[in-house]
């Protein structure tokens, strides 16, 4: 700008003409270029399109472009999957700290409500304790759950070894228990099934099969002698006139005539007829009547007992019952002048403790003109030391065979 006129200087329009001259010329060139460009890109494109579409690929070109792909999936779903799962670690580590936070707050809460007393809040406090604890424990690395798998299995094997051990050394034990068991009830299976068999028919009549008979009837019976008991039910054959080193064996086919001196009496004589049987015996025995005398004790005073021998029926009254020591055989000598009959057993039930003697009289047929027993003619002077007893236990058998007897 001129200082004196106020208006442009010669320098500022000679400025102001070149740049518009030289604006005109790169316009001008910009329009060359354009219009060239124009024509080579018809150009092209006429030859793109008369030029004619190859069928043929190339195999290598393709092999590279397929494996251009394969790499650009690998690379993209190994980096997106790295990428997720640093954020999920990222974010189970936040979560933990936060409920490392949370469980850290939760003991200051509960030591400070304990110092104040608060049992309520501190019991509240304890609990979401557990919680939390509950919950971080639930979050697991795969290095952890791998590692847990491991110690479960490792504790499994270890706890079916520490059972199988316990097992073996509880074999012996069982081994020995059930030896133990078995020997008991060999011995005692006696003491559990002879009063149960008291109560039970003991011969093959049905229960009150045999009734009791008038005693002022004298009826005909068999040859065979037997000896029945109405109120027990019992129907049994007896063994008259036996050594007495045979007593035992007869009672295994029935009860025997026992006869020691001043105790020797038959049916129908004074004296006292003597007829011992068993009241017990195992379970296991081929005895059939080992439990014949079993409801022996059930007896009273004015029960009826019969004796059939000769084919003549004697009927004899209960008028006594007692026991006495095995070795008491003495107890059997009675001074009487009337026909007696003792029946001998052991008792208690299941044992041979102690002898159980019921003594009946005779009261049919009448014994005006019987005679007494004459123990001179008929019996060894040689007596046992003690009165027949049940049959031996297990125990006993085993010592008995050991010792010969």
């Given at each position: ?246 007593v035992m064996s007869a009672m295994e086919n029935g009860v025997a ?68 020591e095995p070795s008491n055989v003495a107890a059997l000598v009675v ?71």
């Open positions: 700008m001129d200082s004196d006129t106020g208006g442009q200087s010669s320098k500022d329009i000679q400025r102001q003409t070149a740049a518009q001259i030289a604006r005109k010329r790169v316009l001008a060139a910009y329009d060359k270029s354009a219009q060239k460009d124009s024509a080579t890109q018809s150009d092209t494109a006429s030859h793109i399109k008369n030029e004619p579409i190859s069928p043929k690929i190339n195999s290598e070109s393709w092999k590279k472009y397929h494996s251009a792909w394969q790499d650009y999936y690998r690379k993209y779903y190994s980096d997106y999957y790295s990428k997720a799962a640093i954020n999920y670690i990222e974010k189970e580590r936040l979560k933990d700290a936060r409920e490392r936070a949370e469980e850290e707050e939760i003991l200051s809460s509960l030591t400070r409500a304990s110092k104040h007393g608060d049992r309520k809040t501190g019991l509240s406090m304890t609990k979401h304790a557990s919680k939390a604890e509950d919950q971080a424990s639930s979050i697991h690395t795969p290095d952890d759950v791998s590692g847990q798998l491991k110690k479960r299995i490792r504790k499994k094997a270890t706890d079916d070894a520490k059972k199988s051990r316990r097992r073996r050394h509880l074999i012996p034990i069982v081994a020995g228990v059930a030896v133990v068991l078995l020997v008991l009830f060999l011995q005692y299976n006696r003491l559990i099934f002879a009063p149960i068999m008291a109560y039970v028919s003991p011969g093959n009549a049905p229960a009150n099969g045999i009734e009791a008979i008038d005693p002022t009837v004298t009826q005909a019976v068999s040859a065979d002698p037997r000896l029945l008991i109405p109120k027990l039910n019992i129907d049994v054959p007896i063994h008259f006139g036996i050594p007495l080193d045979d005539h026992y006869r020691i001196a001043g105790a020797s009496a038959f049916p129908g004589e004074i004296g006292n007829l003597v007829i011992t049987g068993h009241s017990a015996g195992d379970i296991y025995s081929s005895n059939p009547y080992k439990y014949i005398f079993s409801g022996l004790e059930r007896l009273d005073d004015g029960d009826l007992i019969y004796v059939n021998y000769n084919s003549v029926r004697y009927t004899y009254k209960v008028v006594k019952k007692e026991v006495i001074e009487t002048d009337k026909p007696l009959v003792t029946l001998v057993t052991c008792t208690p039930l299941g044992t041979s403790r102690y002898r159980l003697l019921v003594t009946g009289e005779q009261i049919s047929p009448s014994y005006d003109e019987a005679e007494k027993s004459n123990d001179a003619l008929n019996v060894d002077e040689n007596t046992e030391e003690s009165l027949p007893a049940n049959e031996p236990s297990f125990i006993e058998g085993i010592w008995n065979w050991l010792t010969g007897n």
